[in-house]
T-cell receptor, first 112, second 112 residues
């Protein structure tokens, strides 16, 4: 049982480049979300999904897109990377009735 | 002012000590409270969950919520070097995670 799998673990981008952070879960969880973690800021919600075909914005959605075509996968797309998007990104999932998230191990992104 | 305030530490204690970790919050609507443990370069993992005010105990860990003071605590008894991690508090007004707010985390080191 792999839980929540994120790829890649590390990435360096140049300003203006685009990329997709991958997230997959094998627990059949309905709810998935993307957070970013910055020093002194705590985890902040970027986008979330309550099921396949349904997505919504969180606290800091600008510069990011998501889609949810299957229950298992929830990719996060950076449209045009900026240095302000340098962060650690976590994908998380939850099943209805469960308290708290199951987190992936994170993607460390640096934009230069 | 942040909705959730957490002293970042770092906090260093000797093995066997009792550790007290705390968060304050400003939103009186919060009623679901969680503590996550995050080891270096890993994703957060749910440690404790509490609904509304009161105490909850799980082994060496006790979570305490005082809604009247908007203050939550996590106590670790007989601390071990393996408890060395960053501890994040989190809270939400609803029984889903769309509106969850995280503290910035307290880094704890337990020295042998």
């Amino acid at each position: 049982n792999a839980g929540v799998t994120q790829t890649p673990k590390f990435q360096v981008l140049k300003t203006g480049q685009s990329m997709t952070l991958q997230c997959a879960q094998d627990m059949n969880h309905e709810y998935m979300s993307w957070y970013r973690q910055d020093p002194g800021m705590g985890l902040r919600l970027i986008h979330y999904s309550v099921g396949a075909g349904i997505t919504d914005q969180g606290e800091v959605p600008n510069g990011y897109n998501v889609s949810r075509s299957t229950t298992e996968d929830f990719p996060l797309r950076l449209l045009s990377a900026a240095p302000s998007q340098t962060s650690v990104y976590f994908c998380a999932s939850q099943t209805l009735g469960q308290y708290g998230y199951t987190f992936g191990s994170g993607t460390r992104l640096t934009v230069v | 002012q942040k909705e959730v305030e957490q002293d970042p530490g770092p906090l260093s204690v000797p093995e066997g000590a009792i550790v007290s970790l705390n968060c304050t919050y400003s939103n009186s609507a919060f009623q679901y409270f969680m503590w996550y443990r995050q080891y270096s370069r890993k994703g957060p993992e749910l440690l404790m969950y509490t609904y509304s005010s009161g105490n909850k105990e799980d082994g060496r860990f006790t979570a305490q919520v005082d809604k009247s003071s908007k203050y939550i605590s996590l106590f670790i008894r007989d601390s071990q070097p393996s408890d060395s991690a960053t501890y994040l508090c989190a809270m939400t007004a609803f029984d889903n995670n769309n509106d969850m707010r995280f503290g910035a985390g307290t880094r704890l080191t337990v020295k042998p």
